[in-house]
């Protein structure tokens, strides 16, 4: 995979992550899942926000080796 297909996936999955948090948010607050839902909506959450860590830290690795360089 070249160096700008990784940024440009990079970029959205943390994207994604981050907007996927958001909705989950707020339709819980407004009270839109049922309560059989909850397992399934908080797995999905916790994913994205695995998504985002990853991104980030891959992001930041990267940082670290151009200052390398």
Known sequence: MSNENTDQLMKLGN???RST???VD???Q???FKGEELSTIGQLRDQAIQIISLVEQ???DAAMEDDEE
């Open 21 to 23: 948090v958001a909705v």
């Open 30 to 32: 407004r009270g839109g």
């Open 15 to 17: 994207q994604v992550g």
């Open 26 to 28: 707020a339709v819980t």
């Open 58 to 60: 891959m992001q930041q």
